[in-house]
C-alpha cells in the first residue's frame, strides 16, 4: 500500500488576513521547491492579481500609477502581494533596461499630453519636431492602452496644443532596480525579467505586413534572437541575477497564428530556455488569451 503524504493545511494569519502554513516554508522557499520539482510544505498560492487589483488598492487615478510613477505599477503589485499575503511569481512587472540597450547618441522621446479630460490623458511622444504616430491613452480607472494610431482618436497628427508630462517620480533603473525590487520582494516570492518573446506581430499592421513581406519579418525575427541571446549574458553577469527569466507575454496568438509562432517566435523561446536550463535558471512563458 503507498502512503499519502499529506501538506499541512494553511492556517489563517490572525495579522491581516494573510494564509500561511504553519511552521512552513516562506513564499520563496515554497516556491523554488516546486521549481525543483519537490513537494513543498503546501500548495502555492500565486493569483494572477494582474494590474487592476493593485492599482485600485492604491485609491490613486490609474495614471498616478503608469504614467506619473507615483507609484510604479510594481512596486503597487508588491504592495498588493503583502496586503493579501499570497505566494508571488512576479513575470516581468518590473522593466529591466540595462545601459548597453539604450541608445545614448539618439535624441529622446519626449510625452506630451496633447487631450485631456476627467476620464483620461492622452500623451504623445515627440522627437524634436516630429511626433510618434500612435499615442497612449492613460485613464482615471483602468490601466492604459498603448500605441494606438493618432487618428482613431479623432485628433490631428500634429498637435495643435500640449503641455510637457511634468512631475514623473524617479526611481533606480537597471540592475539598481533589480536589487530594488527583489529587496522589496524579500521571502514573498520569485521574481521574473523578461528576456524573450513569444509574439512579434503586435497589432493589425503588422499582421498585413507580415503578409505582405514575411522575409523582412524573418529577419527582424533572427535580430531580435542575436539581442536576446546578449541580453541573457548581461541578465547572467549582474550581482543581483532574475529569479527567473519570462521567455514570453499574454496575448501570443492574439495577433499571430500558430504558423507565425513556430516560424518566428519559437526559435527565440527554444534558444533563451536552452541557455536558462544550462545555468539552472527556470523560465516562464505567461500565455493567456487564445
Known amino acids: 500500500m503507498r502512503q499519502v503524504i499529506r501538506p499541512p493545511r494553511r492556517k489563517l494569519?490572525?495579522?491581516?488576513g494573510c494564509f500561511r502554513a504553519?511552521?512552513?516554508?516562506?513564499?520563496?522557499?515554497?516556491?523554488?521547491?516546486?521549481?525543483?520539482?519537490?513537494?513543498?510544505?503546501?500548495?502555492?498560492?500565486?493569483?494572477?492579481?494582474s494590474n487592476m487589483i493593485p492599482a485600485r488598492l492604491t485609491g490613486k487615478p490609474f495614471w498616478d500609477l503608469y504614467l506619473y510613477q507615483d507609484p510604479p505599477i510594481w512596486k503597487a503589485?508588491?504592495?498588493?502581494?503583502?496586503?493579501?499575503?499570497?505566494?508571488?511569481?512576479?513575470?516581468?512587472?518590473?522593466?529591466?533596461?540595462l545601459p548597453e540597450?539604450?541608445?545614448?547618441?539618439?535624441?529622446?522621446?519626449?510625452?506630451?499630453?496633447?487631450?485631456?479630460?476627467p476620464e483620461r490623458l492622452v500623451v504623445q511622444h515627440r522627437r524634436r519636431d516630429a511626433w510618434s504616430r500612435r499615442v497612449d491613452v492613460y485613464y482615471v480607472?483602468?490601466?492604459?492602452?498603448?500605441?494606438?494610431?493618432?487618428?482613431?482618436?479623432?485628433?490631428?497628427?500634429?498637435?495643435?496644443?500640449?503641455?510637457?508630462v511634468e512631475g514623473v517620480k524617479q526611481w533606480p533603473t537597471g540592475a539598481e532596480l533589480l536589487r530594488l525590487v527583489k529587496d522589496e520582494m524579500g521571502d514573498h516570492g520569485?521574481?521574473?525579467?523578461?528576456?524573450?518573446?513569444?509574439?512579434?506581430?503586435?497589432?493589425?499592421?503588422?499582421?498585413?505586413?507580415?503578409?505582405d513581406d514575411p522575409a523582412r519579418w524573418r529577419k527582424r525575427a533572427a535580430a531580435l534572437l542575436e539581442y536576446y541571446e546578449a541580453r541573457f549574458h548581461r541578465?547572467?553577469?549582474?550581482?543581483?541575477k532574475p529569479d527567473f527569466l519570462c521567455v514570453g507575454a499574454s496575448g501570443t496568438l492574439v495577433f499571430g497564428t500558430?504558423?507565425?509562432?513556430?516560424?518566428?517566435?519559437?526559435?527565440?523561446?527554444?534558444?533563451?530556455?536552452e541557455l536558462a536550463a544550462a545555468a539552472g535558471v527556470p523560465t516562464h512563458l505567461h500565455s493567456c488569451g487564445p
Open 190 to 211: 520569485l521574481v521574473g525579467v523578461f528576456c524573450g518573446t513569444s509574439s512579434l506581430t503586435q497589432n493589425v499592421d503588422d499582421v498585413y505586413s507580415y503578409y
Open 77 to 97: 503589485y508588491l504592495d498588493c502581494v503583502k496586503h493579501f499575503g499570497f505566494d508571488s511569481l512576479m513575470d516581468g512587472y518590473v522593466p529591466i533596461t
Open 141 to 164: 480607472a483602468d490601466p492604459p492602452t498603448g500605441g494606438v494610431p493618432v487618428e482613431k482618436l479623432g485628433l490631428p497628427r500634429v498637435p495643435e496644443r500640449w503641455r510637457p
Open 13 to 16: 494569519n490572525d495579522g491581516g
Open 101 to 117: 540597450e539604450v541608445d545614448s547618441q539618439a535624441a529622446p522621446w519626449e510625452p506630451m499630453i496633447v487631450h485631456e479630460s
Open 258 to 273: 500558430v504558423q507565425t509562432f513556430r516560424e518566428l517566435a519559437l526559435p527565440i523561446v527554444k534558444r533563451i530556455t
Open 235 to 240: 541578465l547572467m553577469a549582474l550581482p543581483v
Open 22 to 49: 504553519s511552521d512552513g516554508m516562506t513564499s520563496r522557499e515554497r516556491l523554488l521547491t516546486v521549481l525543483q520539482g519537490k513537494l513543498p510544505d503546501c500548495v502555492p498560492v500565486m493569483p494572477d492579481t
